[in-house]
Structures are given as structure tokens and as C-alpha cells.
């Protein structure tokens, strides 16, 4: 078992490794998922198919336990990404992201105090600005989060969202914080970065009709996390993220096992 761990840790050690960055000792820190759960009580949009599931199990005539189930849902809800087909024609689906954008370093920008008064409040360039300024640039092809606070309200559909009737008319009534169009186009011009998310339903608020953050990202084939969980769990930056969407071939999204590993303080 010694053996097969040590194995183990230099496989991680390795996936660690990028050209832009130094390896991460994946052995020695602590892991937080930063995944909901799928479930009945899991939120997806308003004129989405729902996450259903049937199964039991039991013992056998043969005299051992099984278990099985079938599932369904739609590619886009509870922590899922975005891949750049979803809003932009011809650019990546979700089996065509390299696992390497999906591996990086994290940072976390905290917008939570700015959203406790505004509640559709969109992330601005002077946000991301004021960050830099008390932790430093954000990192090249790193992983960007951004941190609302909405974690604390799943599963409650209409905390969370702004409205727990479903249907395309249920859109209007939607409010939930998001990214800036404008700081999106800002990021992609300004700054490197390899995918971004957010601990809210979508990447643009619950308000915009236009999707245009979605535009923007996906068009320079950057993947969005949403409904990511436990942001208030990471610390500012020093984590690194690994994300693994379920492969769809073709798909404009996908259900997203996501997770941080956050070192030993040296």
C-alpha cells in the first residue's frame, strides 16, 4: 500500500506541474471539494430539465448486495461548466477542453461585502483592481473565482435565485450577482487566465438578457465554472484548482467534479 501511495503522490506531484508554473507537492496540503451535490434539491435554471434519479438496491438471489440507478438532467445546472460552444459558434465543446485548462493555480476575489447591499451587483474592473492591490497581480493561466457569498443560500431555489417558479417566464424574476461584460472583455485583453467561476447560477447576473460576459469568455474559448461551492473555505490565492467535467462529446456543458488543494504552510 506504501508503494501504490507514493505512486499516487508523484502522479499529483506531476499533474502539478505546468511551463508557467512550479510543482505542487499535492501529498502535503488538504483537498476541499467545491462541488454541490446531485440531487432532487439540486438548482438548475429556471427552463432546464431537473436532476432526476431512480434506483435501489438490495441483496441478490445469488447472496450479494447490488446497486443501480438510472439518472437524467440537463448539461447545464448544479456545479457544471460552461464550455465555450455554450454562447460562442465554432469554439470549444466540452470533450475538446484540454485537461490543462482545467488544472491551474486559483485565486479568489471576494465580492461578498459589495454583493450584502446589491444583490444583482456585477463584478467590476476596480474589484478585480483592489484585489490585485492587497494580493498582487493575478497569476498567469491561472484559475480565477469569483466569491460571492451565494454559497450559504443552496439549495434555497428562491434565495438563491431570486425565484422558485420554473418556466421561461420565471426568468424575469431572477437576481443573483455575476461578472461585469465590460470587466470580462477587460480580463481577456488584460489578463491570462485559464477558466473562470463563480458561487452563483451564471457567470453573467441573474438580470442580464444579453449573456454578455458568456460572450466574451467563450469566444476566447475560456470555460465557466457556476454554482461552485465552499468559496468561503479557500483563502485568497496559494491553492490550485482541478476541475474534471463529465465528458460529453459535443456538449455545450457538463456536470463538474471540482476541487482545491490548499498546501501545509511551510
Known sequence: MKVLWIGFSLVLLLIGCSPQNQPVDLSKGAW?????????ETIYWVNAEPFKREGSGGMTDKG??????????????GT????????????????????????????????SARVNTDRDHLVTVEDIKTWEAANGMIPEWGIILL???????????????????????????????????????????????????????????????????????????IPAFENVANLDRLPSKGFHIIAMPMKIKGGSGAPLRIAAFIPQPK
Request: zero cysteines.
Open 147 to 221: 466569491y460571492t457569498g451565494y454559497g450559504s443560500r443552496w439549495p434555497d431555489k428562491k434565495a438563491y435565485l431570486g425565484t422558485d417558479q420554473r418556466g421561461d417566464a420565471a426568468a424575469k424574476d431572477l437576481h443573483f450577482p455575476g461578472l461585469h461584460p465590460d470587466t470580462a472583455k477587460w480580463l481577456v485583453e488584460n489578463r491570462k487566465f485559464k477558466a473562470i467561476g463563480i458561487d452563483t447560477a451564471s457567470i453573467d447576473n441573474g438580470q442580464s438578457t444579453d449573456f454578455g460576459s458568456h460572450v466574451t469568455l467563450m469566444t476566447a474559448n
Open 32 to 40: 476541499l471539494d467545491l462541488t454541490h451535490d446531485f440531487s432532487e
Open 64 to 77: 450479494f448486495f447490488y446497486a443501480a440507478g438510472n439518472y437524467s438532467a440537463a448539461e447545464h445546472g
Open 80 to 111: 457544471h461548466i460552461d464550455s465555450p460552444v455554450h454562447f460562442a459558434e465554432g469554439k470549444k465543446t466540452v470533450d475538446q477542453i484540454e485537461l490543462s485548462q482545467l488544472n491551474a493555480p486559483g485565486v479568489k476575489i471576494d465580492v
